[in-house]
């Protein structure tokens, strides 16, 4: 049996894992799973009962609720810390916040600019339907 013996020697069964990033515990995946539904019905509640009179105090809110938990998921559900990897998850971290940045700053810019230039008479139309 040369094959098992080989295969044994490098760690590629159930129980040694070498140098690979610890998962997280079931504790840890509860605690993300807990805040992420927190964190979704929170936005979900604000939008649903029409709480502020705002609109953009909302948006806020629901945007800052998206940040934490894109945060929430990096940390219990991608497990990226600044000691894993020699800290190349720390540049995954900061390319990925840079791409949110210009995702939502890019959106929320094009939908300012899109309602801003609607043309007059659309919704003049549309209130007399």
Same mark, same amino acid.
């Given at each position: 049996?040369?094959?098992?013996?080989?295969?044994?020697?490098?760690?590629h069964g159930? &129980?040694?894992?070498g140098d690979a990033p610890a998962h997280g515990s079931r504790r840890e995946y509860v605690i993300g799973f807990l805040l992420s539904v927190v964190l979704t019905a929170i936005p979900f509640a604000l939008v649903m009962?029409?709480?502020?009179?705002?609109?953009?105090?909302?948006?806020?809110?629901?945007m800052l609720c998206a940040i934490v938990?894109?945060?929430v998921h990096m940390i219990y559900f991608l497990h990226m810390n600044t000691k894993s990897e020699n &800290?190349?998850? #720390?540049?995954?971290?900061?390319?990925t916040a840079i791409l949110v940045v210009i995702v #939502?700053? &890019?959106s929320l810019?094009?939908?300012y600019h899109m309602n801003l230039n609607m043309m007059p008479?659309?919704?003049?139309?549309m209130s007399t339907m």
């Open positions: 049996m040369a094959g098992h013996a080989h295969h044994d020697a490098h760690a159930h &129980g040694g894992h009962t029409n709480a502020f009179a705002d609109s953009r105090i909302t948006a806020g809110i629901v938990q894109i945060v &800290g190349w998850t #720390l540049m995954a971290l900061i390319f #939502l700053s &890019g810019w094009v939908m008479q659309m919704s003049g139309e």
